[in-house]
């Protein structure tokens, strides 16, 4: 019984990193009617960008995140802007097949400047050791993690529905040219939704090096579950996103345990069953 | 978009299927081996492209049939050493697999299709990588035999040579071609490509669209357990990769390349992309960033492929969306 409450801790922090980019996903898809597919390579570049500033150039932890995010959002700008921005008006095909081709251009470019191995820099100091938690001894860090998540989950909801800016990009959301007929700025609306997206993925791939290591495959592996997590929550429904990160965080993390074997066949069954029962997601209201 | 090809391009057709008969002849070993990687991809991406060019609808699921191709082609001839057998094996399987998965997946469109299809691939790559008593898990299958061709009572042909099963890969992949051809010409390939430009128009000319869905899915599906099965006798081995969503990707790629409104697009697009891969491989491995970059550039600036400049077609390069305004409304009513 504690091993399975402990396992659930564990399924808890792994769900975190789910939900920093699974709720970039969908407020991209939300506002700009995209699915990024290059959205797990944001996460990877994200990651390295921390690697670099902490690990390699030893500066503090949260200033090699903030770096991270800032470049990661810089390249999110520059994909938008140069790229995305150019092709809204024609078949969603066409966007899906170049953020594809972004996956290509930025797995090999990770490869080519921190070359093809695994990389692991040490937690930093303040949030190392562990804590006992149901007779074993859970991770500070894994308790960061989990409370970095939450803590976004927190600024996310106040943001979008407390704030000006939350109502512009809401607005923009359900209604983009009846937005623009009230003389919000859509172009502008959906650069900063795209460059906000890219840093919360940033953010999940710079706060797992220390544990989850950094390497070239990373980021293809996180898109496929960020899609089972917001196929299953809705598409573009951040609470959603919420709900099904962890649902999906703690399934695996007990699935893992328990049923190795079906573990990953059970998630694409659970894709599977929803798109077809409830297209519109489980959260949808 | 008459039956007929120009007379330019039946000159054309017929020199280059002499050429590719007279290749084992004129050329060395990994021409060979080449050669019959560009078919493979050539008859996975005409499938591809019958449900994504012709019907309007981008599957991410492909590699899961062409695995269920490769795996059964491999089991049978490990079990039967009969090439033939193995091969028509694997395309049955792979024929049923998509028959099956498609009831399901052709009652979405758009994104929902994209998506469901990449679940349904997956599906089945995790039972390719995990059930390791009949797949052999990460390890996948070894030492398939590339089995003679036996026709009982008739002949038996050796494939110990790679030029003998160059000329099968060749044949299928010939027939193959040329059976798309006659189908996305008739009205029933026809009817395809007036449910992709405007489905709420054939619905309302009497059209069971979900049913011609299911049609070009279950097609494209047997084109990728083709593709699948020709790969075994080939490499003697087969691996749960094959069955990844990044192996779904090939044929898009190679669809993207050559062009996807004209229908030698997806046949010039593997030869380009095995050329391409082969050259650039020569000077770097990091070929995968070479075709990102052309991806990004032809999306952004030649969206419909090197081959629309070729095939003359007043096609305009995007599928014109017309209920797009009326989908819209709903999207935004639901929410």
């Known amino acids: 019984m504690e091993n399975f409450a402990f396992q659930g801790l564990i399924g808890l922090s792994l769900a975190m990193y789910l939900w920093l980019i699974s709720a970039g996903l969908t407020i991209i898809f939300g506002v700009l009617r995209i699915v990024n597919f290059a959205h797990g390579s944001l996460f990877m570049v994200g990651a390295y960008l921390a690697y670099t500033f902490y690990g390699q150039m030893g500066l503090p932890f949260g200033v090699a995140i903030v770096l991270s995010l800032l470049g990661t959002g810089l390249l999110g700008f520059a994909m938008e802007r140069g790229f995305l921005s150019r092709i809204y008006g024609v078949d969603e095909a066409y966007q899906l097949l170049l953020t594809f081709g972004f996956i290509l251009i930025l797995d090999d470019a990770v490869k080519i400047i921190w070359g093809g191995v695994f990389r692991i820099p040490p937690i930093p100091p303040f949030l190392d050791g562990a804590w006992p938690v149901f007779g074993r001894s859970f991770p500070v860090y894994n308790a960061f993690v989990i409370a970095v998540g939450l803590l976004v989950a927190v600024i996310l909801w106040a943001l979008f529905e407390k704030t000006w800016w939350g109502r512009i990009v809401r607005a923009t959301a359900s209604d983009r040219e009846m937005a623009n007929a009230i003389g919000v700025n859509v172009p502008r609306v959906f650069s900063g939704v795209f460059v906000f997206g890219a840093m919360l993925a940033a953010l999940g791939g710079a706060i797992g090096i220390p544990v989850r290591s950094v390497a070239p495959g990373i980021g293809s592996a996180m898109i496929i579950q960020a899609f089972i997590i917001t196929v299953i929550g809705g598409l573009g429904n951040l609470k959603g996103a919420f709900v099904s990160s962890l649902i999906v965080g703690v399934l695996s993390a007990y699935g893992t345990l328990y049923f190795p074997v079906f573990e990953l066949f059970f998630i694409f069954v659970i894709m599977a069953v929803v798109l077809l029962i409830r297209p519109q997601g489980l959260f949808a209201r | ?335």
């Open chain 2, 1 to 335: 978009m008459t039956g007929r090809l120009s007379p330019r391009a039946t000159i054309l057709v017929a020199l280059l299927t002499s050429a590719l008969f007279l290749l084992p002849w004129v050329a060395g070993k990994y021409p060979v081996y080449l050669a019959i990687q560009i078919l493979i991809l050539a008859v996975f991406s005409i499938g591809f492209n019958l449900l994504f060019g012709y019907t309007g609808l981008l599957s991410f699921g492909q590699a899961g049939f062409f695995a269920v191709g490769a795996y059964g082609c491999a089991k049978i001839l490990l079990a039967v050493p009969n090439l033939f057998l193995g091969i028509a094996g694997g395309v049955a399987a792979a024929g049923v697999a998509a028959f099956l998965l498609g009831i399901l997946s052709v009652r979405h469109t758009r994104i929902y299709f994209s998506m469901l299809t990449l679940a349904f691939g997956m599906m089945i790559y995790s039972v390719a990588w995990k059930w390791r008593d009949y797949t052999g898990g990460d390890d996948g299958l070894v030492g398939i035999p590339r089995a003679p061709l036996e026709i009982p009572g008739l002949v038996t042909i050796s494939m110990a040579a790679m030029e003998h099963y160059y000329y099968v890969v060749l044949v299928l992949s010939l027939a193959a071609i040329l059976a798309m051809y006659r189908l996305v010409r008739s009205p029933l390939g026809l009817t395809l490509q007036a449910i992709r430009d405007s489905e709420t128009r054939a619905a309302f000319a009497g059209v069971p669209v979900q049913k011609y869905r299911l049609f070009a899915f279950t097609i494209a599906g047997l084109y990728a357990g083709l593709a699948g099965a020709l790969l075994p006798p080939l490499e003697n081995t087969v691996t749960p990769p094959i069955a990844h969503w990044s192996t779904s990707a090939e044929p898009v790629l190679a669809t993207l390349l050559g062009g996807i409104h004209t229908f030698s697009g997806p046949i010039v697009g593997a030869f380009l992309f095995f050329v391409i891969k082969d050259v650039v491989m020569r000077f770097t491995e990091y070929w995968l960033i070479c075709f990102g970059i052309i991806v990004v550039a032809m999306v952004m600036g030649f969206p419909s492929g090197i081959m629309s400049i070729f095939e003359n077609r007043k096609r305009p390069a995007v599928p014109p969306d017309a209920d797009r305004a009326a989908k819209a409304a709903n999207a935004s009513a639901k929410k």
